[in-house]
């Protein structure tokens, strides 16, 4: 069980806007540490998404924004495309273990 | 541009020890701005954190696997590698090697900010007889 949950999937149509949640507690996220996002397509390599809370990397659309509040941060994803369909995955840091915590991941489907 | 490999071998039996080397390109692993972290996904699950090591040889462990877990670096060799000994089934996954973005603050590396921004693409691992 993830210290950090996500919902195990979302669904959007071209176009729209849909959000990923990411809910932890008072020593992860609640503890104001950072989180990052990261998408992944089965069988390749993970990418960084969004790193301290809502910063993108080079190359990554502003269309992916990221925010906090309180225990909580979201992934958002606007203008919705086809090649956004891919598994996403929040990370933090937790305190009561001293170990960085990933959430379960959710799947997005573009329909 | 950052490349790294997973390579070892996809099948282990159960109670023996699991070698993962993971080779890094188009950069040094001598880089003192950067750890080097193994994370896993067993099926149907989410990532988790195994560990990383730094250049000089100082590592983080998950806890909860940290009696089980080796991680050593190879600068020469431009490598790092995992050991995991006393496999079980639970420890079937795909094993990612990652670069670790972690925060030097007050002459101490912190992981509260960390995160991972380039990895490997995985390599299957099942623990099976």
């Known amino acids: 069980q993830s210290l950090l949950t996500q919902p195990p999937s979302v669904s959007g149509a071209p176009g729209q806007r849909v959000t990923i949640s990411c809910t932890g507690s008072?020593?992860?996220?609640?503890?104001?540490?950072?989180v990052h996002w990261y998408q992944h397509l089965p069988g390749t390599a993970p990418k960084l998404l969004i790193y301290?809370?809502?910063n993108r990397p080079s190359g990554v659309p502003d269309r992916f924004s990221g925010s906090k509040s309180g225990a909580s941060a979201s992934l958002a994803i606007t203008g919705l495309q086809a090649e956004d369909e891919a598994d996403y995955h929040c990370?933090?840091?937790?305190?009561?273990?001293?170990?960085?915590?990933f959430g379960g991941g959710t799947k997005l489907t573009v329909v | 541009q950052l490349q790294l490999q997973e390579s070892g071998p996809g099948l282990v039996k159960p109670s023996e020890t699991l070698s993962l080397t993971c080779t890094v390109s188009?950069?040094?692993?001598?880089?003192?701005?950067?750890?080097w972290g193994w994370i896993r996904q067993p099926p149907g699950k989410g990532l988790e954190w195994i560990g990383s090591?730094?250049?000089?040889?100082?590592?983080y462990h998950n806890a909860s696997l940290k009696s089980r877990v080796t991680i050593s670096v190879d600068t020469s060799k431009n490598q790092f590698s995992l050991r995991l000994n006393s496999v079980t089934a639970g420890d079937t996954a795909v094993y990612y090697c990652?670069?670790?973005?972690?925060?030097?603050?007050?002459?101490?590396?912190?992981?509260?900010?960390?995160?991972?921004?380039?990895w490997g693409q995985g390599s299957l691992v099942t623990v099976s007889s």
């Open positions: 990370q933090s840091y937790d305190s009561s273990l001293s170990d960085v915590v």
């Open positions: 990652a670069r670790h973005v972690v925060t030097l603050r007050f002459l101490e590396w912190v992981l509260t900010e960390s995160y991972f921004d380039n």
């Open positions: 008072s020593s992860n996220i609640g503890a104001n540490y950072d």
């Open positions: 301290g809370d809502n």
């Open positions: 090591i730094y250049y000089s040889g100082s590592t």
């Open positions: 188009g950069g040094s692993i001598s880089s003192h701005s950067y750890y």
